[in-house]
């Protein structure tokens, strides 16, 4: 079991850019494959990023959008995922959630992938 709670999201420029953290709490951090997803006002939620777990080197996955704008990455002695966005457009703005999931080590991109979920933060990007 783990829990996961997000934070760092926030109104920015367009522009700008945003540090997202996801604090986990529970056993066995690096054993977990991380992700995170958004969604927009009237939207489905996408995904965004993933990285894997410690055994898999910590192997990333991105969201076409992303075009190397965004980095996922891991503390794994902190127990935090983080997701460093720049570049951010109006298109950015959502409800950022992370998630975790006990049985992928890659950086996997689906959602039903994922077992764990927090309750998300916002990011407001305006032109």
């Known amino acids: 079991q783990v829990q996961l709670v997000e934070s760092g999201g926030g109104l920015v420029q367009s522009g700008g850019s945003l540090r997202l953290s996801c604090a986990a709490s529970?056993?066995?951090?690096?054993?977990?494959?991380l992700g995170w997803f958004r969604q927009g006002s009237g939207k489905e939620r996408e995904f965004v990023a993933a990285?894997?777990?410690?055994?898999?080197?910590?192997?990333?996955k991105y969201a076409d959008f992303v075009k190397g704008r965004f980095t996922v990455s891991r503390d794994n002695a902190k127990e935090i995922m983080y997701l460093q966005m720049k570049s951010l457009n109006p298109d950015d703005t959502g409800v950022y959630f992370c998630?975790?999931?006990?049985?992928?080590?890659?950086?996997?991109?689906?959602?039903?992938?994922?077992?764990?979920w927090g309750q998300g933060t916002q990011v407001t990007v305006v032109s």
């Open positions: 990285i894997g777990t410690t055994w898999s080197g910590g192997i990333t």
């Open positions: 529970g056993r066995s951090f690096g054993s977990y494959g």
């Open positions: 998630a975790a999931t006990g049985q992928f080590e890659g950086a996997v991109k689906m959602e039903y992938e994922f077992n764990y």
